[in-house]
Each structure stands twice: as structure tokens, then as C-alpha cells.
């Protein structure tokens, strides 16, 4: 769901504080936009205003992204594994 907000954003240019958009969510996404306004990746200018803040949006991704390499390498060793101690030739 945060993706159809910052895609929202992204095609309305609003990303500086120059090119704030007026923006109320729809219910299905409040919660969505409500966790990146907490985040600061979604910033207020005045009442209604906001713009998305792309620099730390793509921080956050990366940080996300970084965060999964380690799980990622231990399913991947633990699925190898598997298979060498399941594998009868």
C-alpha cells in the first residue's frame, strides 16, 4: 500500500517542498500514509499540504533492503544445506 502512495506523489511532481500537492487518502490507504508521515518520508508544508521527501524515501528502501541481505543468505544456506543432506545419488 505504501507504494500506490509515493506512486501518487511521484506522478504529481510532488516531490520538493516547492511542488506540494493537496493530499487526503482514501481509507484503504490511511494507515499507509499515515506510517510515512511518521517516518518523515512524507512531509507536511501548511494545512493539507504535503510533498514526499525522495531522498529519504530511497534512504529508507535501501536501509530495508539491507536489513533482509542476512535473512536472505541464511534461507539460502539453509535450503543448500537441505538439499546436500536430502540428495541420494
Do not use: N
Not at 7 to 15: E, G, K, N, R, V
Amino acid at each position: 500500500m505504501r507504494r500506490h502512495v509515493v506512486d501518487h506523489f511521484c506522478a504529481s511532481h510532488a516531490i520538493t517542498p516547492y511542488d506540494t500537492i493537496i493530499y487526503a487518502p482514501p481509507p484503504a490507504l490511511k494507515d499507509a500514509f499515515d506510517t510515512l508521515l511518521a517516518e518523515r518520508l512524507i512531509r507536511q508544508e501548511g494545512t493539507g499540504y504535503f510533498w514526499l521527501d525522495l531522498r529519504a524515501y530511497d534512504a529508507a528502501v535501501l536501509r530495508r533492503r539491507r536489513a533482509m541481505v542476512p535473512v536472505a543468505i541464511g534461507v539460502s544456506l539453509a535450503l543448500a544445506l537441505a538439499v546436500l543432506l536430502l540428495y541420494r545419488g
